[in-house]
């Protein structure tokens, strides 16, 4: 079975600094990896994924993100926070082309100005 | 070309009642996927529903069922409601193609309260 851990269920950071959030991963079979974002009273929204090829993964609204395998990680990054980045962070692993998403418990990002 | 969107937003209902949830994906999008989100238990899966047939089910007592339509539209029924049912039920829809990748899109979720 897929598990999902994120570190830290809670990040502050300052406008205009890194970004990191922290997520490794558990998995029998080469996964399919995730991060998605989601809003105060909203859905998620998929901010970028991971299948094979290059391991560095580019998203939208500037995030990017390295899949490591040998660390079992998928750290999300964006090299300048801004305000409207705040919202919670969900990584999520899938062994399959269908079916079930693992999430992580997320990690609510605030920026401060 | 229209997101998921997911009827009613928001509902409150009685312990002991029923209820049912609508979800219509993404027009060409054929898997119907429903999660739980709850603070305590974060984002869980519910099942999967693929050409009107359920593919895949979490671990939730029988009392959450589903069903998908010729027209891939999806609904879930809760009997009996609990307290503890009270959550954001959230559905995404995927292409599902064989061999494809896993992308999932998000409704906006309805919200469910059990009083």
């Known amino acids: 079975a897929q598990s999902v851990t994120q570190l830290g269920s809670h990040v502050s950071v300052s406008e205009g600094a890194l970004v990191l959030l922290r997520c490794n991963y558990s998995?029998?079979?080469?996964?399919?990896l995730f991060w998605y974002v989601q809003y105060p009273n909203q859905g998620l929204q998929l901010l970028l994924k991971?299948?094979?090829?290059?391991?560095l993964v580019k998203g939208i609204n500037g995030f990017e993100a390295e899949f490591k395998k040998s660390e079992t990680s998928f750290h999300l990054t964006k090299p300048s926070a801004h305000m409207s980045d705040a919202a919670e962070y969900f990584c999520?692993?899938?062994?399959?082309?269908?079916?079930?998403?693992?999430f992580g418990q997320g990690t609510i990002l605030t920026v401060h100005p | 070309k229209a997101g998921v969107t997911q009827t009613p937003r928001y509902l409150i209902k009685t312990r002991g009642q029923q209820v049912t949830l609508s979800c219509s994906p993404i027009?060409?999008?054929?898997?119907v996927s429903w999660y739980q989100q709850t603070p305590g238990q974060g984002l869980q899966f519910l099942f999967e529903?693929?050409?009107?047939?359920?593919?895949n089910k979490g671990n939730f007592p029988g009392r959450f069922s589903g069903r998908q339509f010729s027209n891939s539209r999806s609904e879930m029924n809760v009997s009996t409601l609990e307290l503890g049912d009270s959550a954001l039920y959230l559905c995404?829809?995927?292409?599902?193609?064989?061999?494809?990748?896993?992308?999932?899109?998000f409704g906006p979720g309805t919200r469910l309260t059990v009083l």
């Open positions: 995404a829809s995927s292409l599902a193609t064989s061999g494809g990748l896993n992308e999932q899109f």
């Open positions: 999520a692993v899938s062994v399959s082309s269908y079916g079930k998403l693992t």
């Open positions: 991971y299948t094979t090829g290059a391991t």
């Open positions: 529903y693929f050409s009107e047939t359920q593919r």
């Open positions: 027009s060409g999008h054929r898997s």
């Open positions: 998995s029998s079979v080469p996964p399919y």
